[in-house]
């Protein structure tokens, strides 16, 4: 057992030294189903179909997660139009049920205006491109809010250029009225990657990943009875990647450096600020991932973070571990069959450095999203 902390720093030097094994989590495309902006589309009518078959089983025994069994399904039937080269129309239902329930757990409109601005910048209005599409890291946004919170709305931003890759949405949870005694919530990010120089044909390859997560609950016609609370967690980090030939198609390393602010100290227990370190190497072969990482934390709180890597439990009262050590492992096998079937398995791995504990989780996931033109008429 390690009686000592690993000081982030000494961990840091020590990956400048090892084998450069590509990015900070498991690519996880093959679990995207939100249709993608087809311009050549002009003037047609579709039905998009949508459907997420899932199982995660957290095997945890800790206080920050829960240890359950998520198994069920989603369909999302909607109907799109493209009025024009610039602009889709987007109108349908998110439908979700687990395994075991004789109903369905979440029942979401989907409605959505997508407007393709120019080649490299998208506006998206109603509902969004959300969730695991936004690809933050995993300390910063839970991937489980794939399940949870399915839909998201609200206003999002993309941004698409050689040197830029950049996600900035509005995700409005809870809208507040009058005399209301609930809080308005609403989640705001942003998720840039910034490639400073062209890579084409080279070995090598550097990204810096830019996060930003900020949860606002308050509402100034609400008559919600605690304070007004805004909290904000930055995270700043380095990719290194190199090409290689064979099996190992690329590997890297990453290193984050986060912090977290409550800014208007209201945090929970009375934590307001607090900072965190999370690195690692990677591996990938065409169809496999591997990532195993360091996470060292102290009174880091990220309220859409996943629940492994607080220091204040999201899940149970009064629990507070102001320092946090994990070494977390990924394994992902990914597999797509004729274009619209996607298929990936993922073992999720959490150890406990002081409390010598290890958490798991296993799961797969099945994507079905083909389009099926119904018709095509000029509307607009």
Same mark, same amino acid.
């Given at each position: 057992m390690i009686k000592q902390p690993i000081r982030p720093f000494i961990l840091f030097f020590l990956f400048l030294f090892v084998p450069v094994f590509s990015g900070a989590q498991i690519n996880n495309e093959s679990r995207y189903y939100y249709?993608?902006?087809e311009e050549e589309r002009t003037h047609q009518l579709l039905l998009h179909l949508a459907n997420i078959n899932f199982v995660k089983n957290n095997e945890y025994k800790n206080k920050f997660a829960w240890g359950h069994t998520l198994i069920g399904? $989603?369909?999302?039937?909607?109907?799109?139009y493209y009025a024009g080269e610039h602009l889709r129309l987007r109108a349908g239902v998110f439908l979700q049920q687990y395994s075991g329930l004789n109903y369905y757990s979440e029942v979401r409109p989907v409605l959505s205006a997508h407007l393709r601005v120019s080649p490299s910048f998208d506006l998206i209005m109603g509902s969004l491109k959300g969730h695991i599409h936004h690809d933050v890291i995993e300390p910063l946004f839970d991937t489980e809010r794939q399940y949870k919170r399915p839909v998201e709305n609200g206003i999002q931003f993309l941004i698409d250029r050689p040197w830029l890759d950049m996600d900035v949405w509005v995700?409005?949870?809870?809208?507040?009225?009058?005399? /209301? /005694?609930?809080?308005e919530w609403f989640t705001a990010g942003v998720s840039a990657t910034l490639q400073p120089t062209d890579t084409t044909g080279r070995l090598w390859q550097l990204n810096i990943p830019l996060n930003m997560m900020a949860v606002h609950r308050g509402g100034e016609v609400s008559n919600y009875p605690e304070r007004v609370q805004t909290s904000m967690n930055l995270a700043a980090g380095v990719l290194l990647n190199r090409k290689l030939e064979g099996t190992l198609k690329n590997a890297g390393i990453f290193a984050y450096a986060m912090n977290y602010g409550n800014l208007n100290d209201a945090g929970q227990l009375g934590v307001n600020s607090g900072y965190a370190w999370y690195g690692g190497i990677t591996a990938n072969t065409r169809r496999t991932n591997l990532m195993v990482g360091y996470f060292y934390g102290h009174d880091f709180v990220a309220l859409r973070g996943g629940g492994m890597f607080?220091?204040?439990s999201p899940i149970r009262n009064n &629990?507070?571990?102001?320092?946090?050590?994990? &070494?977390?492992?990924?394994? $992902?096998?990914?597999?797509?069959?004729l274009k619209k079937i996607k298929f990936s398995f993922l073992f999720e791995g959490y150890y406990d450095i002081p409390d010598a504990r290890f958490d798991f989780a296993p799961g797969i996931q099945l994507v079905f999203s083909p389009s099926f033109f119904l018709t095509e008429a000029e509307f607009f």
């Amino acid at each position: 057992m390690i009686k000592q902390p690993i000081r982030p720093f000494i961990l840091f030097f020590l990956f400048l030294f090892v084998p450069v094994f590509s990015g900070a989590q498991i690519n996880n495309e093959s679990r995207y189903y939100y249709p993608e902006f087809e311009e050549e589309r002009t003037h047609q009518l579709l039905l998009h179909l949508a459907n997420i078959n899932f199982v995660k089983n957290n095997e945890y025994k800790n206080k920050f997660a829960w240890g359950h069994t998520l198994i069920g399904y $989603g369909i999302q039937p909607t109907l799109m139009y493209y009025a024009g080269e610039h602009l889709r129309l987007r109108a349908g239902v998110f439908l979700q049920q687990y395994s075991g329930l004789n109903y369905y757990s979440e029942v979401r409109p989907v409605l959505s205006a997508h407007l393709r601005v120019s080649p490299s910048f998208d506006l998206i209005m109603g509902s969004l491109k959300g969730h695991i599409h936004h690809d933050v890291i995993e300390p910063l946004f839970d991937t489980e809010r794939q399940y949870k919170r399915p839909v998201e709305n609200g206003i999002q931003f993309l941004i698409d250029r050689p040197w830029l890759d950049m996600d900035v949405w509005v995700d409005w949870e809870q809208f507040v009225q009058v005399g /209301d /005694d609930f809080p308005e919530w609403f989640t705001a990010g942003v998720s840039a990657t910034l490639q400073p120089t062209d890579t084409t044909g080279r070995l090598w390859q550097l990204n810096i990943p830019l996060n930003m997560m900020a949860v606002h609950r308050g509402g100034e016609v609400s008559n919600y009875p605690e304070r007004v609370q805004t909290s904000m967690n930055l995270a700043a980090g380095v990719l290194l990647n190199r090409k290689l030939e064979g099996t190992l198609k690329n590997a890297g390393i990453f290193a984050y450096a986060m912090n977290y602010g409550n800014l208007n100290d209201a945090g929970q227990l009375g934590v307001n600020s607090g900072y965190a370190w999370y690195g690692g190497i990677t591996a990938n072969t065409r169809r496999t991932n591997l990532m195993v990482g360091y996470f060292y934390g102290h009174d880091f709180v990220a309220l859409r973070g996943g629940g492994m890597f607080q220091s204040v439990s999201p899940i149970r009262n009064n &629990v507070y571990i102001p320092t946090r050590q994990l &070494v977390t492992m990924k394994i $992902g096998y990914n597999r797509v069959f004729l274009k619209k079937i996607k298929f990936s398995f993922l073992f999720e791995g959490y150890y406990d450095i002081p409390d010598a504990r290890f958490d798991f989780a296993p799961g797969i996931q099945l994507v079905f999203s083909p389009s099926f033109f119904l018709t095509e008429a000029e509307f607009f």
